[in-house]
């Protein structure tokens, strides 16, 4: 379940970032198109995106996929609000009129009639928390959104925003090589929010592609949003992860990246991994993870080559 909102949601969930395009490497329309198909037809019942990834584009791409297979009411979708990407620059605004516009954008974009979950994607300092929720509050009533949450908050954050509307999801990074979050996170859940951990790869490093430190485009997201963990010392921290994962993987005759994935998933406060993939293969990898678990002696020895790298 996802927190108290009622929703049945897979454990993975689709993240389209990358799908959008900026920031990421560059997919033909088909591919990105074939990447949504292959999470309808593998199981994945919620799918992530935001006016933000690359102006509204990946919203169009799931609005199409979907549209073309018939598959809206397969799928929950979650969008954002209060975050928009312009002239390449990511430019936050919680001003109630903004929220109103982008709801409606999302919509056509998304080609339909509501959004399951609309989350605040950064926080405006600038806007009374009281006047962006209650934007919200106004759009859930019309049945435009049926639930709210919140993205890269703090506690303190989401304990204002408590004070005068409820918060029913909470989405945060957390992976192993990002646990900063992992106490809000069960928090949250405590709390009864749907809880989405995102970034469980930490931009693909977590799958053992990358081997070796290169330089990126400064927009590139493993340059500009993940950068520090492409980048030394971390990096040479996550090779030596990678090691420790390695025999775990062998095990299991499993990816490198199904083991990262279920070390999240698997933890008791975490409803769902927002995963992003721009190809059907890498879809249909991420969800073999849901077709075994770690075992708690592999959690444990996670846990130590963790403590003792990091």
Not at 131 to 138: D, P, V
Not at 165 to 193: C, F, P, T
Not at 242 to 270: S, T
């Amino acid at each position: 379940m996802f927190g108290e909102t009622g929703l049945e949601i897979s454990q993975i969930t689709l993240g389209t970032w990358g799908i959008g395009g900026a920031g990421w490497d560059s997919y033909s329309d088909e591919d990105r198109l074939d990447a949504i198909r292959a999470a309808v037809e593998s199981g994945i019942t919620l799918i992530d995106t935001a006016p933000a990834y690359n102006a509204g584009e990946a919203e169009r791409y799931i609005g199409r996929a979907l549209q073309e297979i018939g598959a809206r009411d397969d799928i929950f979708l979650v969008t954002k609000c209060g975050n928009r990407f312009i002239d390449g620059k990511y430019v936050r605004s919680g001003r109630p009129e903004n929220i109103f516009a982008e709801c409606e954008d999302s919509l056509r974009n998304l080609r339909t009639d509501h959004i399951d979950v609309m989350l605040v994607h950064w926080p405006d300092p600038a806007v009374p928390f009281a006047e962006t929720f209650g934007a919200l509050e106004e759009l859930k009533k019309e049945g435009k959104i049926r639930h709210i949450g919140v993205s890269n908050f703090t506690k303190e954050q989401l304990e204002e925003v408590g004070k005068t509307s409820e918060i029913e999801v909470l989405q945060l990074q957390y992976s192993m090589l990002h646990r900063d979050n992992e106490e809000l996170l069960k928090w949250a859940h405590a709390q009864g929010m749907g809880t989405m951990a995102y970034g469980a790869l930490t931009g693909g490093l977590l799958t053992g592609r990358y081997r070796t430190v290169e330089i990126y485009e400064p927009a590139d997201s493993r340059n500009r949003f993940y950068g520090k963990y492409f980048q030394e010392p971390y990096f040479s921290g996550a090779m030596k992860l990678l090691e420790a994962m390695q025999p775990i993987a062998d095990r299991h005759g499993a990816a490198l990246a199904e083991v990262a994935l279920n070390w999240a998933r698997q933890k008791d406060f975490v409803s769902t991994c927002v995963v992003g993939a721009q190809k059907r293969v890498r879809v249909e990898g991420n969800v073999k993870c849901l077709q075994w678990e770690l075992s708690a002696e592999e959690m444990a020895e996670l846990n130590r080559a963790l403590e003792t790298i990091f």
